[in-house]
C-alpha cells in the first residue's frame, strides 16, 4: 500500500474539515505530514515555495459566477495582502496566500455565497469543465451548465466519492467548436445526436469517451464507448464511471493509478458492460457527431442565441488577475450585463448579455486595455501552469516567461505570421501537464538543463497537438532547450509548423451603427 493509500485507510481525506478550527488555533507548523495531504480534501495546498502560506482552490462549475460571487473573490485575495490569484484550466480560481488561521472564515464565507472548494485536490472528481459559453450560442447542442452543477451535486461532501484511486477529470460540453480539451479527460461527453425510440427523430445527446489523460505516463487519448448518452442521464452516468474506477481501479502504484490504465486492462466493450450493470440498463450506440471542424476559444465579441445580445470574451495573461481587476470584473457584468461572468479553460473570461447599444462603451472601459477582447494571435492562445512561484512540483517560473516569450514574438514573427489564426503556445512546469501542452500547437515541458555548468530554466518542446473530433497528442521534437534560446528556436519552427483550420471569427463591435 502506497503512502497515500495508507493515509486514506485510516482516515476519509473530507474528515479533515474537522481539525480546520484546531490548526487555525495552533498554526501551521503544526500540522502532520500527512494531515497536510488531507488538507487537499478542502481545497488547501500547503506549498513550499511559500512556507506558511497555502493555496486554496475554489470550484465553479462550467466556470459560470456571480458578480456577488466575484467580489467576494476579490475581497478573499485582497485580505492576503498580495492581491493576486489565478484562473485555472479547469474554470476555477486559486487564492494565493492563505494563512491557516483565515481557512475556517474563508470556508464558511465562500459557502455563504454558494462557492466551494471541497474536493478540488487528491483523488477526488475536479472541478468540471465545460464550454464558458453555454446557453449563449446560437448554434450550441445542449447547454451543459445545469448538467455540471447536478454531478456536482451528486458528489461534492459525499464520501462515496472522496477515495478514489487518483484524481478524476470530466468534461461535459455541448459546443460545437471544440474548446474544452476534452479527448484528454477521464470521461469526456462531446455533442451528438442519436435517433432514440420514442423521440420520433434524432435526439440530441452526447458520444461518450473515457480513459483520456495528460500527466504520468505520457498523454492517452479518452476511448470511444460506442454509448450515446440523453442530457437528463449524463450526471447519472459521470457518477457511476467514477464508481466504477474507485472500484475497479489501480491503485499499487501513484503514477499508473487512472482510469486510462483500467482502459488498458478490461478494454472498452468490458467497461461498458460493467457501466450498464450498474446503470441497470443499456446504452444506446454512439450517434452521429455533431461538431464541426472550427476551433474556438470564444475570446472576442460573439452574438447570442438572444437577439440583441453579445458576450465579449476577454484575455486574461496566462490566468492571473489581480484582486482590483476581479472587482472592475464585477462591476462590468452588472453594468453592461445581468451580473455573470463565466471563466474559461483557456484561463479567460467571458461577460455575457451585453446589449447591442452598450458594446461600443464597454469597449472603451479602462480594464479592456489590461484584458484585451482583441488581443495579438500570439497572446491570444497563451496558456500556463503556476510555475515555481506557487507550485512544488514546477521545475522552471512558467508565467513569467510566458509573457516574456509571448513579447518576443510580437515583436519578431508575430504581426505578420499569425493575422490569420491564433497559435496556442502552452506552458507547463513540469510532466503533470496543468497547462495541457500536449494539445497545443507548440507545448513546452519544465525541465533542467546544464549551461556552461551552471544549471538553468530549460523545456521539452512539443508541437502538433489538438484536440476535436480528429485528436492527436502533441509530438516531443526537442529536449532540453534553454528557455532563455526560445525565442530564436522558436522563430525557426514556427514558420514551417502547420497549424490546424482557423477558429470561427467572432463579430467586430459596431458601437455608432447600432447604439
Known sequence: MNKIEALKAEKDGLEIQDDLVRFAREGWKTIGDDDKERLKWAGVFMRRPTPGHAMMRV???????????????????????????????????????????RVPDIIRRLEAAGLSSLQTGMDNIRGIIGCPATGLTPGELIDTAPIARELQRIFLGNK???????????????????????????????????????????????????GGKQGSGGPVVALSLDAFVRPGEAAEVCAAIALIFRDHGPRESRSKARLAFLLGEWGAERFRKELEARLVRALPRAGRDARGAT?????????????GLNYVGLKTPVGRVTAD?????????????????????SQDVLLPHVPDARLGDLTQEPLLKELPYNPSEVRRGLVSCTGTDFCNLALIDTKTRAMALAKEFEKTIGQTNFKTRPITVRWSGCPASCANHHTADIGLQGCKVRVDGKIVDGVHVFVGGRGGSDPRPGARIMEDVPCDELPQVLERLVRFFPRPERQAPPREPQPEAEA
Request: with cysteine; glycine share 8%; hydrophobic share 35%.
Open 295 to 307: 476551433h474556438s476559444d470564444h475570446i472576442g465579441v460573439f452574438r447570442q442565441s438572444r437577439a
Open 59 to 101: 470550484r465553479m462549475p462550467n466556470g459560470v459566477v456571480t458578480s456577488a460571487q466575484v467580489r467576494l473573490l476579490a475581497r478573499l485575495t485582497r485580505e492576503s495582502g498580495r492581491t493576486i490569484a489565478d484562473i485555472t484550466t479547469r474554470q476555477q480560481l486559486q487564492l494565493r496566500w492563505v494563512t491557516i488561521e
Open 160 to 210: 462515496d466519492f472522496t477515495n478514489l484511486p487518483r484524481k478524476f477529470n470530466v468534461t461535459i460540453t455541448g459546443c460545437l467548436e471544440h474548446c474544452t480539451s476534452g479527448e484528454t479527460q477521464d470521461i469526456s461527453m462531446t455533442p451528438a445526436v442519436a435517433v432514440v425510440a420514442g423521440h420520433g427523430g434524432e435526439a440530441p445527446g452526447f458520444n461518450l469517451a473515457v
Open 325 to 345: 481587476q476581479l472587482d472592475e470584473l464585477a462591476r462590468l457584468s452588472e453594468r453592461y450585463g445581468q451580473g455573470e461572468l463565466r471563466f474559461t479553460p
